[in-house]
Structure formats: C-alpha cells, structure tokens
C-alpha cells in the first residue's frame, strides 16, 4: 500500500534532511502540508473564504492553522484591488485569523483607510496578532499608540481592550 507523496522528495524541498539525520516538529509540518497543498490552492481558499461559499469555515480554519505567507498576501492584494468594499473587509478579517507578524506593516495603512469596517479589521488583526500571533507588544507598540488616538471610537476602545488584555497577561 504505496503512498504517492514522496516523503524523502519532499524533506529534501524542504531543507530538513542532514548527513546526520532529519528535523521535524510543528513548523516543518506546516510547511510540508503548504507545499502538499500548493500556492494556488492557498491563494484560492482565501478567495473562496471571501466569496462566502459553502464550507468557507474549513477553509478558514486551515488557513488559520497554516498561516501561510502567500494567504496573507492574497488578503493585501484583495484589499489594495478594486474588488467590492465587503470583499476587501473579508479579507482583512480573515487576516485577523491567518496573520504573522509579516502583517504588521500593513496595519497601519488599515487603520488609516477611509472606511471604518477596514478601520475595525485592521486593529483587530493587531488584536490577534498580540494575543496569540507569536507578536510582543514592543513590535506593535506605535501601532497601538495610533489605535489609542484613533478618531474611531471604535478604534479606540478596542485599544483600550488590547491594553487591559497586555496588563492581565504581564500580571
């Protein structure tokens, strides 16, 4: 009963294998399963997660799960198109789920956007990324001083939230 990956092909792609043995773990994994999946099928699910289909869920779990580079950057793309306002407010809020700190860069331009549903996704993918995205607050920090005195009120309370989250979690 033949498995058609090839496991030694695809540790060789991927950098794990050493003249004295191998390397593993949870990283490794998400990127065999990338590559497995391929680019196109990841920039797709990001599509069909946006478009709402049946089953966008599962797709937004795996992607949350992967969080691959080419999803994030396919939410940007969604959001600097000229697709429909609701089409690019999904996507940044997918990003909430997906996003690494590869994302931070673009926060600021979320935040700045005229539309305040951009405005709430975007300090929410701040949001997300302090709270589980492998992120410290002193990578955010000007972020956060923008969402501070953001004009939106919104904005601003979800600021002041992230900054009660941070002071609970130092405690």
């Not at 997300?128 to 919104?154: I, M, P």
Request: proline share 2%.
């Amino acid at each position: 009963m033949a498995g058609k990956i090839d496991w030694e092909q695809l540790a060789q792609q991927l950098g794990t294998l050493a003249p004295d043995g191998e390397r593993g773990g949870s990283e490794v994994a998400q990127q065999a399963i990338e590559a497995l999946l391929g680019e196109d099928e990841l920039r797709a699910a990001v599509d069909y997660y946006v478009c709402d289909g049946r089953g966008s869920q599962v797709a937004r779990s795996v992607l949350g799960l992967l969080r691959p580079w080419c999803a994030m950057q396919r939410c940007y793309e969604i959001y600097k198109s000229a697709a429909p306002m609701s089409d690019k407010e999904a996507a940044i809020n997918l990003l909430c789920a997906i996003a690494d700190s590869r994302a931070i860069p673009w926060i600021d331009e979320f935040l700045a956007d005229s539309e305040a549903g951009i405005q709430n996704w975007g300090v929410g993918v701040l949001d997300q990324l302090l709270w589980g995205g492998g992120v410290e607050e002193e990578e955010c920090a000007a972020l956060l001083e923008v969402a501070r005195h953001h004009s939106s009120h919104f904005v601003r309370e979800r600021a002041a939230w992230i900054d009660n989250f941070l002071k609970r979690r130092k405690a």
